[in-house]
């Protein structure tokens, strides 16, 4: 199995409910007018107390500040499984408890917090920036490790990787 290591830098931010009618507008924009924006990961989720809403860079700029939004002080990156080089675990019906076994449970025991968002399609796995090192340190001997950059996947290895950033590559 193969870990992608995906491009998006995500925000992770809840809305109260009360405030809602401010974000009525950038979340509308976000949802159905995407090439208005030039948001790549986008996902809401409504609960009796709160919105939590997933969402890259592009898209947390599209929100203004305001007291009715609280953001987590960590920027996350998105993992995803990929069996034999090609389809995303979530296809098949064992995709959550192969993720929870062989990606989620190591990261817990080098206490490393994780978000799991799943879709129809796919299961992602979100991690902390800064835990980056140790995510690639913990599952290069169980994955392939890739980054996405700039829409290539770029392998990766322990080497690579210093304080949750990739090393640049000498000239």
Known sequence: MDLHILE?????LSLARRGLWLYTHPLLKLLFLPQRCRCKFFSLTETPEDYTVML??????ELPPSEFMQVADSTWLVLNVVSNGREPSGCQAT????????????????HVSVLMLSTYQTDFILVRERDLPVVIHTLAGEFDI????????VP??????????LKPKPG
């Open 56 to 61: 890259d860079e592009e898209g947390f700029k």
């Open 146 to 153: 890739y980054k996405e950059e700039s829409g290539e996947c």
């Open 156 to 165: 990766v290895t322990c080497d690579d990787v210093s304080n949750g950033f």
């Open 95 to 110: 995709g959550v408890t192969k993720i929870a076994r062989s990606v989620i449970a190591p990261l817990a025991e080098h």
């Open 8 to 12: 998006h830098r995500v925000r992770v």
